[in-house]
């Protein structure tokens, strides 16, 4: 069985969310860690853990960012890192993966479902083996204790709940 090390130069992990009901606003998160346990051929047969820092978040706005990061948000400094394991991994098709699992904000866990894709091996320039994956999904971000909001006075809400996030990683394996 191979163990993979996430090539965190070739890995990213951002989000959106709808802003003032009219647009989206997208974000990063800087430091994040993927550890998989299993075959790389076959996402079903493995065990994958995520764990997130909270305070690597990035908008492109530094007092966007601070709010984030502050008690209304994510409270960084309280819970210093959002956490995803793996419950249950199911092969859609030759490259698609569900993954089911326990995702943790802010000390609330509750079941998320993932989507994975399999972008495949190569070997690079200087004879490392690599594997890619696409993974995207979304959540309701009030289930977590994200609750902050305001209402607009021409209706709806400044920040809508549903966060979807997108992937994309790559992992050496030895």
Not at 25 to 33: E, H, I, P, S, T
Not at 101 to 130: E, F, H, R, S
Request: aromatic share 10%.
């Amino acid at each position: 069985m191979a163990k993979w090390n996430l090539d965190k130069a070739h890995s990213e992990l951002e989000f959106k969310v709808k802003h003032m009901m009219i647009s989206n606003v997208k974000g990063v998160f800087l430091d994040f860690d993927v550890i998989v346990d299993g075959s790389p051929e076959d996402l079903s047969q493995t065990q994958v853990g995520v764990e997130i820092k909270t305070a690597s978040i990035n908008t492109k706005s530094e007092s966007r960012d601070e709010h984030l990061k502050s008690a209304e948000f994510f409270d960084a400094n309280t819970y210093p890192t959002i956490k995803f394991k793996t419950t249950e991994i199911k092969k859609i098709d030759n490259d698609e993966f569900e993954l089911t699992g326990d995702l943790t904000i802010k000390d609330v866990t509750k079941p998320a479902m993932l989507t994975a894709k399999y972008g495949g091996t190569a070997k690079d320039p200087w004879g490392n083996q690599k594997v890619g994956y696409t993974v995207y999904g979304k959540i309701n971000r009030q289930d977590f204790g994200l609750t902050w909001n305001t209402a607009l006075e021409t209706g709806g809400v400044m920040v809508s709940e549903e966060v979807k996030f997108y992937a994309e990683v790559q992992f050496i394996l030895s």
